[in-house]
């Protein structure tokens, strides 16, 4: 006779993952879990964008005309059900209940999770002046921007932009390719003041203003005019202009209400580890709305680095770590060549290496402290850019290369 048969086992249920965001930050996640094991979770995603995941770094293409929408998504609706994924966008969720691991979207569904998601991103900073809140005045955060920029580009003539740095300019841009006379209004006395030296910033606003932009600096904005619509902006010094539309690019807030109210612990973002994960172990959070060792981030490369170290501790293959490094910035604007990465401001001790070259209109700037490179800029020849952030990001030794760094990987190579 043979032993007891067994019953047959119990399909049991996979655990759930409830991703809150479909932007970047959260779907690269998702890929990267994916890629370790895609059959680990039940996945559902709330989007509060009624549209699949889109690279919205490209965005500025799309306003300037030279991209469409579909040219910059990254995940359409099928994607998402091909990897059996439960996609609820145009549905932002309202509220985490931690005690029931629930979710609840505004539609009212709710959803249970295992582990939760949180990739909420940003939220543009809106200058709150007097009459921010005129239709007319918006942000440069998703398509829906995109779309009410380009409606008040064939129906109104003067934009004006507050705000000179990367992302403000790439809005200018794209405002004045679509036909709009456009000012750019900035606080500071250089554009792109976090990531250039003065030098480079005057040529760049030189270049700008060649093509028809123009700039305000060191003004203060005191009030946005209208009664129906905006139509023109007041300064600090009583002085004014025109305006059909304010676009304000004056900064980002990391977008943390949700996370709040569901009592994680944030600060100026919700606080991670080094495994992205929250001060409840649940729940993960990446992207534009965390802050890891005091840093928040808004460039694409250290959440892309989050999104691998997450996507692995969620596979249950935890042996990473995250860790912040050095980051590169580049201006989308078509016929300017823009590089900066590193420490530009340099510290004691650390010297400069400058090469101009005003006739070519070319700049470029290297920090060096010690034997390493600490940080660099370029205008207008950018070809050795991603080198020479190699050699800030491995902490080369560049001493033998010294006397012929500033003259590119090309002639260094030939002098080793």
């Given at each position: 006779?043979?032993?007891?048969?067994?019953?047959?086992?119990?399909?049991?249920?996979?655990?759930?993952?409830?991703?809150?965001?479909?932007?970047?930050?959260?779907?690269?996640t998702?890929?990267?879990?994916?890629?370790?094991?895609?059959?680990?979770?039940?996945i559902?995603?709330?989007?509060?964008?009624?549209h699949?995941?889109?690279?919205?770094?490209?965005?500025?293409?799309?306003?300037?005309?030279?991209?469409?929408?579909?040219?910059?998504?990254?995940?359409?609706?099928?994607?998402?059900?091909?990897?059996?994924?439960?996609?609820?966008?145009?549905?932002?969720?309202?509220?985490?209940?931690?005690?029931?691991?629930?979710?609840?979207?505004?539609?009212?569904?709710?959803?249970?999770?295992?582990?939760?998601?949180?990739?909420?991103?940003?939220?543009?900073?809106?200058?709150?002046?007097?009459?921010?809140?005129?239709?007319?005045?918006?942000?440069?955060?998703?398509?829906?921007?995109?779309?009410?920029?380009?409606?008040a580009?064939?129906?109104?003539?003067?934009?004006?932009?507050?705000?000179?740095?990367?992302?403000?300019?790439?809005?200018?841009?794209?405002?004045?390719?679509?036909?709009?006379?456009?000012?750019?209004?900035?606080?500071s006395?250089a554009?792109?003041?976090?990531?250039?030296?003065v030098?480079?910033?005057?040529?760049?606003?030189?270049?700008?203003?060649?093509?028809?932009?123009?700039?305000?600096?060191?003004?203060?904005?005191?009030?946005?005019?209208?009664?129906?619509?905006?139509?023109?902006?007041?300064?600090?010094?009583?002085?004014?202009?025109?305006?059909?539309?304010?676009?304000?690019?004056?900064?980002?807030?990391?977008?943390?209400?949700?996370a709040?109210?569901?009592?994680?612990?944030?600060?100026?973002?919700?606080?991670?580890?080094?495994?992205?994960?929250?001060?409840?172990?649940?729940?993960?959070?990446?992207?534009?709305?965390?802050?890891?060792?005091?840093?928040?981030?808004?460039?694409?490369?250290?959440?892309?680095?989050?999104?691998?170290?997450?996507?692995?501790?969620?596979?249950?293959?935890?042996?990473?770590?995250?860790?912040?490094?050095?980051?590169?910035?580049?201006l989308?604007?078509?016929?300017?060549?823009?590089?900066?990465?590193?420490d530009?401001?340099?510290?004691?001790?650390?010297?400069?290496?400058?090469?101009?070259?005003?006739?070519?209109?070319?700049?470029?700037?290297?920090?060096?402290?010690?034997?390493?490179?600490?940080?660099?800029?370029?205008?207008?020849?950018?070809?050795?850019?991603?080198?020479?952030?190699?050699?800030?990001?491995?902490?080369?030794?560049?001493?033998?290369?010294?006397?012929?760094?500033?003259?590119?990987?090309?002639?260094?190579?030939?002098?080793?």
């Amino acid at each position: 006779m043979g032993g007891p048969v067994n019953p047959p086992a119990k399909a049991t249920a996979r655990p759930s993952l409830v991703v809150v965001g479909n932007g970047m930050a959260g779907m690269r996640t998702v890929e990267e879990l994916l890629k370790l094991a895609p059959e680990l979770y039940d996945i559902t995603v709330f989007g509060a964008e009624p549209h699949g995941n889109y690279n919205r770094i490209l965005l500025s293409p799309v306003l300037a005309g030279e991209k469409t929408v579909d040219d910059i998504m990254l995940h359409t609706r099928d994607w998402y059900a091909h990897n059996g994924i439960t996609l609820h966008a145009g549905d932002p969720v309202v509220r985490i209940d931690r005690q029931a691991r629930t979710v609840q979207a505004q539609s009212g569904i709710e959803v249970r999770y295992d582990r939760l998601l949180l990739a909420t991103g940003s939220t543009p900073f809106i200058v709150p002046v007097p009459g921010h809140a005129l239709p007319g005045v918006i942000g440069f955060r998703d398509i829906s921007d995109v779309d009410t920029m380009l409606q008040a580009a064939r129906a109104h003539r003067h934009a004006v932009v507050i705000g000179g740095g990367l992302l403000g300019l790439e809005a200018a841009n794209g405002l004045q390719r679509q036909g709009m006379d456009v000012t750019v209004v900035h606080m500071s006395g250089a554009l792109m003041n976090q990531q250039l030296d003065v030098p480079a910033s005057i040529l760049l606003k030189t270049a700008l203003e060649a093509r028809g932009l123009r700039f305000l600096m060191q003004a203060q904005t005191a009030e946005i005019l209208g009664t129906e619509r905006v139509q023109g902006v007041r300064f600090a010094d009583g002085t004014s202009i025109p305006a059909d539309l304010v676009v304000m690019t004056a900064g980002v807030r990391p977008n943390i209400a949700l996370a709040q109210a569901a009592g994680l612990h944030c600060e100026r973002a919700i606080v991670v580890d080094d495994c992205l994960q929250s001060y409840d172990p649940r729940v993960y959070a990446v992207g534009e709305c965390v802050q890891h060792r005091r840093a928040t981030f808004g460039l694409v490369a250290p959440i892309w680095e989050q999104a691998r170290v997450c996507g692995a501790h969620l596979a249950g293959a935890g042996h990473r770590r995250y860790v912040q490094q050095a980051s590169a910035t580049k201006l989308k604007v078509t016929g300017i060549d823009l590089y900066s990465a590193g420490d530009i401001i340099g510290g004691e001790g650390s010297e400069d290496l400058v090469l101009r070259d005003p006739r070519r209109a070319i700049y470029k700037r290297l920090v060096v402290q010690g034997s390493r490179l600490a940080g660099v800029v370029l205008y207008g020849d950018v070809q050795d850019g991603p080198w020479y952030f190699d050699l800030i990001q491995q902490r080369r030794d560049i001493s033998k290369l010294r006397a012929y760094l500033l003259f590119g990987q090309a002639l260094c190579a030939q002098a080793a």
